[in-house]
């Protein structure tokens, strides 16, 4: 069966700081990835999507990166913390089929506050 | 624009009742919606999916209905649990044979007391 980790669970940082965050996806291979940002009493909104190796697709202009340096690993990135990056992240993936009934599978998420 | 809203924002009911829960979406050219469960502090888990086509889907006690043609979504609990406390996400999906062009609700605060 397949697993989605992510890590850390709980992160505090310092605005200014660099951030990393780490997700893994287990037992498949070549999925779409996805990084999503849930503010409170707001939906989720996508950051990030890959659909391969080195590819990255940006949906909204922030201070974030991300990476996906293996198949089933994707970084999401900062440089420099704002404020408003506080939330929780979640990672996701789906099966690389084209067609809209694939369902999502989200990871535990990483819940970031910056102080 | 693309939208999902939901309603209510937050609902509070005793252990062993039935609610609904509401979905109304914009999402044009549409392709299929989801309902997924959100636990607090947890990412969330896929509840049902349904294309057009179809107008029910349940998932234990757990039923949701799609009108494609209001555009409009339910979903519905039967004999709530304690455990069914969570957040409920309606997301719909845009046909074009993209999985990851969704457009999120903010979700239904559901709190189930004793």
Redesign the interface.
Known sequence: SQTIHQWPATLVQPVGSPLSLECTVEGTSNP?L?WYRQAA??????LF?SVGIGQISSEVPQNLSASRPQDRQFILSSKKLLLSDSG?Y?C?W?PS?????????????T?LLVL | KNQ?EQSPQSLIILEGKNCTLQCNYTVSPF??L?W?KQDT??????LT?M?FSENTKSNGRYTATLDADTKQSSLHITASQLSDSASY?CVV????????K?T????TLLTVNP
């Open positions: 779409n996805y009493g707001r939906g989720l909104q996508l999507y929780f979640l996701a789906s089929l084209r067609g809209g009934r694939v369902a999502q599978y989200f990871g535990p998420g819940r | 999902v392709s299929n989801r997924y502090g947890r990412g969330p888990v896929s999916i294309t996400i999906s845009v046909s074009g044979g993209s999985n990851y969704l999120f609700g903010k979700g």
